[in-house]
């Protein structure tokens, strides 16, 4: 299994263009995750889907759309990226109807925006 | 909405030494408590966690201990070698709404 897996790995961004960062999961998992991460500040969630066809509101949403386009994958949107939105971008996938709460991490993706 | 707070933000110890990793959160509603490793350029890594209804669990040279009435969780790591060296971070949950605690550095030196 290759488990969670994330492109771009880095990405450098123009204030005002768009891009999708694209996530997949091939362990079967019902629930995926996006995450930001910035200096000093941890990992702080921007969207998840508890299972397929399902989004909800993280901490930090703002600026960010998403779509589960089925069970195995999970895309973020940037539709006019700001210099704000410099960051690790992270995907999480778990399977907590199985009992299963780790949430597995892919490698991230390192986003620029100048 | 949930608070989680780290402690400290670096720790160095020496080799063969125990390391200690607080965090403290604000919602009783919590119940899991994970705890992460990330290496440089790496994604998160779980290395331990428990659950709302224990208050202690240990994994070989790891061990997390839980104070649900003091709301307050922490990190024990014993016999520390090199290649503990990492940023580890906490984090409480509750249903699909996971919050981390700002991370601490841990250098292990030789």
């Known amino acids: 299994n290759a488990g969670v897996t994330q492109t771009p790995k880095f990405q450098v961004l123009k204030t005002g263009q768009s891009m999708t960062l694209q996530c997949a999961q091939d362990m079967n998992h019902n629930s995926m995750y996006w995450y930001r991460q910035d200096p000093g500040m941890g990992l702080r969630l921007i969207y998840y889907?508890?299972?397929?066809?399902?989004?909800d509101k993280g901490e930090v949403p703002n600026g960010y759309n998403v779509s589960r386009l089925n069970k195995r994958e999970f895309s973020l949107r940037l539709e006019s990226a700001a210099p704000s939105q410099t960051s690790v971008y992270f995907c999480?996938?778990?399977?907590?109807?199985?009992?299963?709460?780790?949430?597995?991490f892919g490698p991230g993706t390192r986003l620029t925006v100048t | 909405g949930e608070n989680v707070e780290q402690h400290p933000s670096t720790l160095s110890v020496q080799e063969g030494d125990s390391a200690v990793i607080k965090c403290t959160y604000s919602d009783s509603a919590s119940n899991y408590f994970p705890w992460y490793k990330q290496e440089l350029g790496k994604g998160p890594q779980l290395i331990i966690d428990i659950r709302s209804n224990v208050g202690e669990k240990k994994d070989q040279r790891i061990a997390v201990t839980l104070n649900k009435t003091a709301k307050h969780f922490s990190l024990h790591i014993t016999e520390t070698q090199p290649e503990d060296s990492a940023v580890y971070f906490c984090?409480?949950?509750?249903?699909?709404?996971?919050?981390f605690g700002a991370g601490t550095r841990l250098t292990v030196k030789p």
């Open positions: 889907s508890a299972s397929e066809g399902t989004t």
């Open positions: 999480a996938s778990t399977a907590p109807l199985r009992g299963d709460y780790e949430q597995y």
């Open positions: 984090a409480a949950s509750k249903h699909n709404d996971m919050r």
